[in-house]
T-cell receptor, first 116, second 112 residues
Framework: GAVVSQHPSWVICKSGTSVKIECRSLDFQATTMFWYRQFPKQSLMLMATSNEGSKATYEQGVEKDKFLINHASLTLSTLTVTSAHPEDSSFYIC????????????FGPGTRLTVL | LAKTTQPISMDSYEGQEVNITCSHNNIATNDYITWYQQFPSQGPRFIIQGYKTKVTNEVASLFIPADRKSSTLSLPRVSLSDTAVYYCLVGDRAGGYNKLIFGAGTRLAVHP
């Protein structure tokens, strides 16, 4: 149980285009979903927290207009990287939490974004 | 201020027991301690979670002393496939949201 999927697993795009990444909880309802990014040889950096039906809360230094997050249902959250640039190239990982009392988060497999 | 502190790296050999200790001096009363494993280009995988004393599952044990200011992940009889980065996390409720902030993790290398 507790499976989280991401789509696509990798994407290559041209500079200036927008890219959408989907995160789905397959066998549970996720009250809260999280988006992280990870650069090579570095740890995961939390970008934003999203609760179903409400606006996402972004971490300091993360541009909300550039990284659009939508959490339309209890099983789906999307991250859209708008006007992508080469410096946005990274490994994007989502996670989902079943409830609010425990800290257990289940992570997706990640999406490798390369912006040319 | 880091929430958790772990050794940056560790080395071990196949068949040995590996213990990774994590310090979390400022852990809050309601925080659980959670450990994740991450392989390159994959999302972190949940290993174990505990609140106090000892927790054991099919892959690891977690030891937490009474003061809860530290915890130790124990991996019995490691194999080459256990080479990965291991993260120790506690909750972070800043801003009213319960979230996990990753530290640097411990890079475990298992040698033949």
């Amino acid at each position: 149980g507790a499976v989280v999927s991401q789509h696509p697993s990798w994407v290559i795009c041209k500079s200036g285009t927008s890219v959408k990444i989907e995160c789905r909880s397959l066998d549970f309802q996720a009250t809260t979903m999280f988006w992280y990014r990870q650069f090579p040889k570095q740890s995961l950096m939390l970008m934003a927290t999203s609760n179903e039906g409400s606006k996402a809360t972004y971490e300091q230094g993360v541009e909300k207009d550039k990284f659009l997050i939508n959490h339309a249902s209890l099983t789906l959250s999307t991250l859209t990287v708008t006007s992508a640039h080469p410096e946005d190239s990274s490994f994007y990982i989502c996670s989902a939490r079943q409830g609010s009392t425990l800290d257990t988060q289940y992570f997706g497999p990640g999406t490798r974004l390369t912006v040319l | 201020l880091a929430k958790t502190t772990q050794p940056i790296s560790m080395d071990s050999y196949e068949g040995q027991e590996v213990n990774i200790t994590c310090s979390h001096n400022n852990i809050a009363t309601n925080d659980y301690i959670t450990w994740y494993q991450q392989f390159p280009s994959q999302g972190p995988r949940f290993i174990i979670q505990g609140y106090k004393t000892k927790v054991t599952n099919e892959v690891a044990s977690l030891f937490i002393p009474a003061d809860r200011k530290s915890s130790t992940l124990s991996l019995p009889r490691v194999s080459l496939s256990d080479t990965a980065v291991y993260y120790c996390l506690v909750g972070d409720r800043a801003g009213g949201y319960n979230k996990l902030i990753f530290g640097a993790g411990t890079r475990l290398a298992v040698h033949p």
